[in-house]
């Protein structure tokens, strides 16, 4: 899973971090909540841990923008405060789970699996743009009921394209969400990529949905020209 953990205590942060990825897990930190919510906004991320206790912004405040702003990423709060209102404000305002400090690691696994499975399960089962489908669950692409294959890169920029279906996604927020942040790779790279998909996707004589947003990145929708 990519992770995003919003915590101040530096320590706590780093030892989140470190024994999340030895879990297999892709995980970054943000120190506050002014900075967690900006990366929430600007990247994708599977989880966000959101303590609660923080300066500049509260993480009560964090996921109350989140959901006002239609954010729909899993929250789960991680955080001293244990006291039953606390925790019905923090589940009142969007977070999808509660946890209170002290914790075990174990549970803290168990419970973002958990937390993902229930957002996955809320989605869609099939995401669909015109006579182009995806299934989630199976990864395989139809377009008018034809099966369409894919590498895995190109998959998961197909995929990243139509959860955001008919927005703009700008090419290094596309290069983050695939390859991960801490890959050097290159746009040009990226624009290689979407060209073998666009290949596949829009087959000469078809009406085009995957469409370049000059200067910015690329987008899916089922109107227009490319």
Not at 12 to 32: F, I, N, Q, S
Not at 111 to 127: D, N, P
């Amino acid at each position: 899973m990519k992770l995003l953990i919003v915590e101040d205590e530096a320590r706590m942060a780093d030892l989140l971090r470190k024994g999340l990825t030895e879990e297999g897990h892709y995980a970054v930190c943000a120190p506050d909540g002014v900075e967690g919510l900006a990366m929430a906004k600007a990247y994708e991320f599977d989880v966000i841990i959101l303590d609660v206790m923080m300066p500049k912004m509260s993480g009560y405040e964090m996921a109350k923008r989140l959901r006002t702003e239609k954010n729909r990423t899993p929250v789960l709060m991680l955080t001293a405060k244990d006291a039953v209102p606390d925790v019905v404000r923090g589940l009142d305002l969007g977070a999808d789970d509660y946890m209170t400090k002290p914790f075990s690691f174990d549970e803290l696994l168990a419970r973002l699996r958990s937390v993902k499975r229930r957002a996955l399960a809320a989605e869609e089962t099939k995401l669909k743009i015109a006579d182009l489908v995806l299934d989630p669950a199976s990864r395989e692409v139809t377009r008018s009921d034809v099966r369409i294959s894919l590498t895995r890169t190109e998959y998961n920029l197909l995929e990243r394209l139509m959860y955001r279906a008919g927005k703009v996604i700008s090419r290094r927020a596309l290069i983050e969400a695939v390859w991960g942040f801490d890959r050097e790779i290159e746009e040009n790279t990226l624009d290689a990529f979407m060209h073998l998909l666009r290949n596949k996707i829009d087959p000469a004589g078809r009406v085009k949905l995957i469409h370049t947003v000059r200067g910015v990145g690329y987008m899916i929708r089922s109107d227009g020209e490319a």
